[in-house]
């Protein structure tokens, strides 16, 4: 009998059905962000206990991100053609094993080795849940799914530094790896239970594609087929392309900008004109690059990277100043980040409503010059700045995060055609991974132009000489992020106006940003 009763509670027909996949899917991106949280704020401690290197400590946090970001856009072209809520539970299930595995490790490169596979077991995750989500949610109830999903990003990375900072001060830096297991879990046996709508399931576009290739004459192989389908040279070209660039910049961090990372940054160039040549040539791309056509959409899809790489400059500079610089316990650190996205998080509900309200381009603009502001206010943060004064600029930093992210990525949904959706929501997760990934790198490169890699992995606060030297490296850090916001506040003009459109259906999309 009780059997029965959830079978009937989680039927296709259930109205509780698509909440409960809703749920599956926020627990998952909980634990997402609240496991970067974790990490990022436990960094130092990490880097003392194994005595490593800031070069080391940025390979700890970035790896997991990097892997994420090479292996998503593949991984969901495969789980289109399987199943993507199978994929979903199997990259939930290893994510968690990982996990286990990663409070076992012994040095800092068998940790750096367990956080790469966990970033491609994230990948399997969230190179599906936007297009379940899409396919799973009617319309009109689909902007409150994603605000739904927007306050459990939030909440993963503003609970994520101030537990583990409690969780370092007291149980020990290992045990972050256990605390997130439960929600990996848990979304299995939510998601185990529940239908799932067939056409969310699999991208029946790509298997019909897979169909009439089948059925030529003559008919083409397997190979030949799953080649096409797949685009391997696509995806080896993508996964170089960013891997090199990324290990140029965490190089630099530890030489300087040396002729051999300029090198590297110029193999990365050629990779990445070598992915866009060979996505242009193949029949079935991962990227159709005509979506750029958009002005519109080239601008917020750049404004949102821009407000990624801000927000994880912080993230990466902002323990190092508060634990090195300014003394207090890892736990207040912990404390201190979250006030970020405790902002943030109360804020994305009132933007998300407010988009529909008024439009989205008041809140990019409020957000931008948040964001200036934010980056401001940081750099002029030294070592006898009062608590207050910094507590009013993580509060702005948050103000320009949380007012951002639902009217930007309602906009780019909105100017691209129905054909371009399922390749957009899989390009804007690799955007905010990109985003995450470069904002660490490049935070950490520029601070390393001022304090030695000594000094940060060190036990003991900063002072003198030392502490003068970080502060200058937070102050080019900001300096950067001054840059990039106003950059950020560019991208939110109507520089339609000012350019070409040539792309299909220009004119449901003008009449689209028009309705903005």
Not at 131 to 148: N, R
Not at 183 to 203: E, H, I, R
Not at 305 to 311: A, E, T
Request: charged letters at 10%; one cysteine or more.
């Amino acid at each position: 009998m009780s059997l029965n009763i959830i079978k009937l509670q989680v039927s296709l027909e259930s109205p509780h059905q698509m909440w409960l996949v809703l749920l599956a899917i926020c627990l998952v991106n909980f634990m997402f962000n609240f496991y970067i949280g974790l990490v990022n704020v436990c960094l130092p401690t990490i880097t003392e206990f194994f005595g490593a290197s800031v070069m080391t400590a940025t390979w700890i946090s970035n790896i997991y991100l990097l892997c994420l970001t090479v292996s998503v856009i593949i991984l969901g072209r495969i789980a289109g053609m399987w199943s993507r809520k199978k994929f979903f539970m199997l990259g939930t299930i290893i994510w968690v094993c990982t996990s286990l595995s990663c409070y076992f490790a012994t040095s800092a490169d068998m940790l750096i080795i367990l956080r790469g596979i966990q970033g491609f077991a994230a990948g399997f995750m969230a190179a599906v849940y936007y297009a379940i989500l899409d396919k799973t949610f009617p319309k009109e109830k689909l902007g409150l799914a994603m605000g739904c999903l927007l306050v459990a990003l939030s909440g993963g990375y503003a609970i994520g530094p101030l537990v583990g900072g409690y969780i370092a001060a007291y149980l020990g830096w290992q045990t972050i790896f256990l605390t997130v297991i439960p929600f990996g879990l848990l979304s299995v046996c939510v998601y185990l239970f529940t239908a799932q709508n067939p056409q969310a399931d699999k991208d029946f576009e790509l298997l019909e594609k897979k169909e009439n290739y089948e059925n030529d004459h003559p008919p083409l192989s397997k190979q030949k087929i799953w080649s096409i389908l797949m685009d391997y040279k696509g995806a080896i070209l993508q996964a170089i392309f960013l891997f090199t660039l990324t290990y140029a910049l965490i190089l630099s961090q530890q030489f300087g900008l040396s002729i051999n990372d300029i090198i590297l940054l110029a193999m990365a160039l050629i990779f990445g004109g070598l992915f866009v040549w060979a996505e242009a040539k193949h029949e079935e791309p991962l990227f159709k690059f005509t979506v750029f056509r958009s002005i519109t959409f080239s601008a917020y899809i750049t404004g949102l990277l821009l407000n990624y790489i801000i927000l994880y400059m912080a993230f990466f500079t902002l323990p190092f100043y508060f634990q090195k610089v300014m003394g207090v316990p890892v736990n207040v650190s912990g404390i201190l980040i979250s006030i970020i996205m405790f902002t943030a998080m109360f804020l994305s509900i009132i933007a998300g409503g407010l988009s529909d309200r008024i439009g989205v381009k008041p809140l990019v603009i409020s957000a931008s010059v948040a964001c200036i502001i934010a980056s401001t206010l940081i750099y002029t943060f030294q070592s006898t700045t009062s608590i207050p004064y910094i507590i009013v600029g993580l509060i702005t930093l948050g103000f320009g995060y949380g007012l951002y992210q639902s009217p930007n990525n309602k906009m780019i949904i909105s100017v691209v055609p129905e054909t371009f959706k399922t390749q957009v929501s899989a390009m804007m997760t690799l955007t905010k991974n990109l985003g995450s990934v470069l904002g660490n790198c490049f935070a950490g490169l520029i601070l390393s132009t001022a304090i030695s890699q000594t000094a940060l992995s060190g036990k003991l606060t900063l002072v003198g000489v030392q502490a003068t030297e970080f502060i200058t490296g937070l102050e080019r850090v900001f300096l950067f992020g001054v840059i990039c916001s106003v950059i950020l506040l560019i991208s939110t003009f109507d520089l339609q106006k000012y350019f070409s459109q040539p792309i299909k259906a220009s004119i449901k999309i003008k009449n689209t940003i028009k309705s903005q």
